[in-house]
């Protein structure tokens, strides 16, 4: 294995210093804001979409608008709501970022950008990398290759819940001609820079894409194949998540897993009908299996027909968010809300609710459960979530449905 990592410096010096925007005053929960505003609080012309959060109110998300002043690049970038405010992650670099991921505290904030100057060495490409934001320091890191060769394209950053380890989706260029690249999923340990490749590089093995990281970077899940595997990287061994309630093959594909922070528990999406008893919507739904057990869930949609996707566990494993909608009546019935439950008790709620205490007029989607399932985050261009929301595009919410101890 080799290292990885160029210590990048310092971009903005004054960053750390930017005053932070408004904050919101403690409210009675159930309570939703929208987080999506500049530092005077207005809303911004430009959608903002794609949250990913830590614990308490910790939050990542991409806004196409500026909300700062010094934001004139027209580009998405990255921001993060803190528990004092909203800070910048990737600043105005000269071209987009996105995909912004904060580990647990949000000390360290992964996000992909396609510029040349995220840090002060010039990249002589804009081809997309995963960078690591140190929020403390003001500092970047970035990944920039695999055993000596530089990734030709990086994606799908997620930063472990103790802010040590990334996991990440990254292509290789071509070995040789012909020669189709593979997307592989790697894990990154900020100390000492090291890259390991987590999935099955073998030939037919296909592309990897959506990990996930496990607190202390020891589990890893990811999607090959149409399959969603953790591999146990202390031992090397990898489990099949997506297995049949027989213990065979799943008869449909499987995608976008997220495992608790003990790398016990997994939350993923599913086509296949055969992973569990009573699976008949004939579509997709949220499965969530407790790989100490055995046992896989079936997260059921509000309706007898109905679907579910999109899961986020919470990294205690308590909680899953999701989005469902039912599949049939009217255009109205079928938009897809965010829902969250409880595993235990299967308590669910509406996370996307408008201020009447109905649902959203339009989709509500990407939800982002944060640690201990008590806020969810979610993006939706429906404007009846909170008062004021006349921009007509989509913001991010979050909705804090029990206050954090
Ligand atoms: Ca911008
Ligand atoms: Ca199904
Ligand atoms: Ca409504
Ligand atoms: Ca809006």
Redesign the pocket.
């Known amino acids: 294995m080799t290292t990885g990592l160029a210590a990048a410096g310092v971009l903005f010096g004054t960053m750390g210093a930017l005053p932070e925007a408004a904050g919101a005053d403690p409210a009675p929960v159930p309570v939703t804001e929208r987080v999506s505003v500049d530092r005077e609080g207005a809303q911004l012309a430009e959608p903002s979409y794609d949250p990913d959060m830590g614990e308490g109110r910790i939050t990542a998300f991409t806004?196409?608008?500026?909300?700062?002043q010094q934001?004139?690049?027209?580009?998405?970038?990255v921001h993060k709501v803190q528990n004092s405010g909203t800070g910048p992650v990737?600043g105005?670099p000269d071209g987009?970022?996105y995909d912004g991921s904060p580990c647990a505290s949000g000390r360290m904030t992964g996000f992909v950008s396609e510029s040349t100057d995220v840090t002060t060495r010039p990249l002589p490409d804009r081809r997309p990398v995963v960078y690591v934001h140190n929020t403390a320091q003001g500092k970047y890191s970035w990944v920039r290759g695999y055993q000596g060769v530089l990734f030709a394209s990086a994606g799908q950053p997620t930063v472990d819940p103790h802010c040590q380890w990334l996991t990440f989706t990254a292509t290789l260029p071509p070995a040789g001609p012909g020669e189709q690249p593979r997307s592989h999923v790697y894990r990154f340990v900020f100390n000492g820079g090291t890259v390991d490749r987590v999935s099955d590089a073998s030939p037919g093995a296909g592309d990897a894409s959506d990990p996930d990281i496990s607190a202390g970077g020891r589990y890893v899940a990811y999607e090959q194949g149409g399959e969603v595997h953790v591999r146990d990287m202390d031992t090397g061994t990898v489990e099949k998540a997506s297995v049949a309630r027989d213990g065979g093959a799943a008869d449909g594909t499987s995608s976008a897993p997220s495992l608790s922070a003990d790398g016990r528990r997994v939350a993923f999406a599913s086509r296949a009908s055969n992973l569990v008893d009573g699976d008949r919507n004939g579509g997709v739904d949220v499965f969530v299996r407790d790989l100490d057990t055995g046992v896989t869930t079936l997260v059921r949609g509000p309706a007898k027909k109905s679907w579910t996707a999109e899961p986020s566990l919470s990294a205690d494993g308590t909680h899953v968010a999701y989005t469902a909608a039912r599949t049939t009546g009217g255009t109205k019935n079928r938009v897809p809300s965010v829902y969250l439950r409880e595993l235990t008790t299967g308590k669910t709620q509406l996370i996307s609710v408008d201020l009447k205490g109905g649902r959203n007029d339009l989709a509500a989607r990407n939800p982002s459960v944060n640690a201990d399932g008590g806020v969810v985050a979610f993006d939706s261009a429906s404007s009846d979530l909170v008062s004021g929301d006349t921009n007509g595009v989509s913001d991010v919410f979050l909705r804090t449905v029990k206050n954090s101890q």
Not at 63 to 68: D, K
Not at 71 to 77: E, F, R, V
Request: glycine share 12%.
């Open positions: 806004a196409e608008g500026p909300l700062w934001d004139t690049n027209g580009k998405p970038d990737s105005w987009p970022s």
